[in-house]
């Protein structure tokens, strides 16, 4: 054998288990195929008139964005639009909502900015614990909520170098107040004294507890003499801080 023919050969040999797998993907099996789709049928799976190919949820991603979550609560009878991404340094929502109005023709006022997860505890809060406390201490309609801060890029309690506030991230609120059909409205304030107003101020602090995770207020600190901060801030194990 001549040195040529020697490289030759053991080239083809090196190629020939390559060579002979080059053509075995046409003809793999469906079952392997369905494990490891090809660019082709994943676009054959995007496409609309394609059906149960690749799990629908993961083409959504694990967030609902806004259009999404306003067009659900707009079922509920409840007024949010969705919002751009706000993106401001390392503060931001990737799918706030613009929160207008509640069930029943109860006003957000100003519209509060906030995400979907903060949108919807409000919105319990508002339906199970403030209408409800509204009626049982005060006998009256609820027809305004009355809010400070929803979204805004700062620090917490605005200190310079302390850690960002939930709401740099729209997952706060604060709610400064309370308008009713035929009764003077009732600002957050501290009232220690056993009046309606009071008892339903109590009530209604007590019951954001349930539906956020964050409740401060008069006699937290100073930072929340005349409001009630509500967050859905995420703690481990699920902890939750009401003051
Ligand atoms: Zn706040």
Known sequence: ?????????????????????????PPRPAGIENTRPSAGSQAAAASPSSTGTLPS?????????????????????IKAEPVPELRNGACGAKSPLKLLQ?????????????????????VKWMQE?????AERHLAARLRRIL?????????????AGSKLSEHAFANALDVMGFEFEKRRPIPIVSRPDESPEAMFLA???????EHFTTVLGPGSDAAHADHLHLDMRERKRGAKLCQ
């Open 102 to 122: 509640l069930p029943q023709g109860v006003d957000v006022a100003p519209p509060a900015i906030v995400t979907c997860a903060a949108a919807e505890a409000f």
């Open 147 to 159: 809010i400070g801060t929803s979204y805004e890029c700062r620090s917490r309690n605005r200190q």
């Open 1 to 25: 054998m001549s040195y040529g023919h020697f490289v030759s050969l053991a080239l083809l040999l090196v190629m020939a288990p390559a060579a002979a797998q080059v053509p075995l993907p």
């Open 203 to 209: 009530a209604v602090r007590a019951q954001a507890c």
């Open 129 to 133: 614990g403030v209408a409800a406390e």
């Open 57 to 77: 949820g993961k083409m959504a991603g694990p967030g609902e964005d806004g259009a999404s979550c306003a067009a659900r609560l707009a079922e509920l009878g």
